[in-house]
């Protein structure tokens, strides 16, 4: 299993050898097709998205939090992973882990402009709480419209609908603080 250094940016590696390095790669996103290898993303509520291409067997893990949403580090990923298998996108396939979801993910108004400076449309994934609140930011919606931008359809895309702060199961930034710990989700070559 290999897991990378996550930094919240858009770095997309790729693993070509089974030879343990002796520190993680450093990224958001990792790509694979050697046979029988797993790739790993820790999150604590940010949003995990496995890819794999369904004929060559290649797959990607993608850490994409808010910042890494900004940066589009999963439409880099599809693109990667495509290059990597030799596959149209709409030949990929897509799973949203669990996440921080917009019910629980409040953001400051200056998010919503570093979204819309980078040309986000923000209109689509930003809800706009009653008058008096802050700005949510539905995480999961951003990163399925890269996704269907990358290429990919959006019937191959799927969503786990699960809430890393709502449901006391997952580990949670917003819920625990900084100490806590992470949730794991891995694809494995096929």
Not at 12 to 19: K, T
Not at 62 to 86: D, I, N, Q, Y
Not at 133 to 143: I, K, M, Q, S, T
Not at 149 to 157: D, N, P, R, V
Request: net charge positive; aromatic share 4%.
């Amino acid at each position: 299993m290999h897991a990378m250094r996550q930094v919240h940016g858009n770095d997309v590696q790729v693993l070509r050898s089974v030879e343990r390095p002796n520190t993680p790669a450093i990224g958001d996103a990792l790509v694979t097709r050697i046979p029988r290898t797993a790739v790993a993303i820790k999150a604590a509520d940010c949003l995990p998205v496995l890819l794999a291409d369904p004929v060559s067997g290649a797959v990607a893990g993608v850490h994409a939090g808010w910042r890494g949403t900004l940066a589009r580090v999963v439409e880099a990923a599809a693109g990667a992973l495509a290059s990597e298998a030799g596959a149209p996108p709409s030949r990929l396939r897509a799973v949203i882990g669990p996440a921080i979801r917009s019910c629980c993910f409040e953001v400051g108004r200056r998010v919503v402009s570093l979204f819309r400076e980078k040309g986000h449309d923000v209109d689509r994934f930003v809800l706009r709480p009653p008058a008096a609140g802050r700005p949510h930011l539905d995480l999961v919606l951003a990163n399925r419209l890269q996704l269907v931008a990358a290429g990919l359809s959006g019937h191959a895309i799927e969503d786990t609908e699960l809430c890393t702060r709502c449901q006391p199961v997952f580990h949670s930034y917003r819920r625990e603080g900084p100490g806590v710990g992470r949730n794991w989700s891995v694809v494995v070559v096929g």
